[in-house]
């Protein structure tokens, strides 16, 4: 039985995180989307906790191989108490390189046994962000190639006038 564990703050959700999310599927019999009450790289989110929750669970219904929970707290601590093997993260270009990989060695330097995996998504993906799909949406911009439909109408909600 091997587990990983998807951590990230999802805010909201893009058809790029959903890329890397069936790939890891096809490495590891269970995957848990753990999404971060919040980090160093977001410190305020447009979602909440529980709407990023939600809105995941959606996403994921179908996937009976995945789990989607809540982190709050260390990463590492939470894959430890999950018995997880690895912890996968997306890389889409180098910009996000430097940052994976401080995170990755450190986290390798508390938990020796947990493997970080990085996946790379579709090339259709690589330039797609949650940040640059809330600026989208924010201006007013279509999204709809970018995310799920109700992901679309969730970021509607947040901007409607
Ligand atoms: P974080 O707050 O850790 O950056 P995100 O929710 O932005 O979390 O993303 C979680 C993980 O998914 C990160 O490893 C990020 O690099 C990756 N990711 C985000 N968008 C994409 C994408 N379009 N393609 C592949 N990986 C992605």
Redesign the pocket.
């Known amino acids: 039985m091997r587990l990983a564990i ?6 909201p959700i ?4 959903l ?2 999310i069936e790939r890891a599927c096809r490495l590891f019999d269970e995957l848990i989307v753990a999404v ?1 009450l919040n ?1 160093q ?2 410190a305020t989110t447009l979602f909440s906790i529980d709407e990023r929750l939600a809105i995941l669970r959606e996403a994921c219904r179908e996937n009976r191989k995945v789990r989607v929970a809540k982190l709050d707290g260390l990463l590492v601590n939470f894959a430890r108490a999950n018995e997880a093997c690895a912890i996968v ?4 270009a180098v910009s ?1 390189f430097e940052f ?1 990989f401080q995170m990755a060695l450190m986290n390798r330097k508390m938990e020796p046994d947990i493997e970080t995996i990085f ?3 579709k090339e259709d ?2 330039y ?3 940040r640059i799909v809330k600026e989208i949406a924010r201006l007013g911009g279509n999204v709809e190639a970018f995310v799920p439909t109700y992901v679309v109408k969730a970021l509607r909600q947040k901007f409607v006038k």
Not at 6 to 11: A, I, K, L, R, T
Not at 14 to 17: E, F, Y
Not at 89 to 92: F, T, V
């Open positions: 998807y951590p990230g703050s999802f805010d893009t058809n790029g995180h890329d890397v971060a980090d790289k977001h993260r997306g890389l889409r996000d994976e996946m790379m998504p993906y690589t797609l962000s949650s």
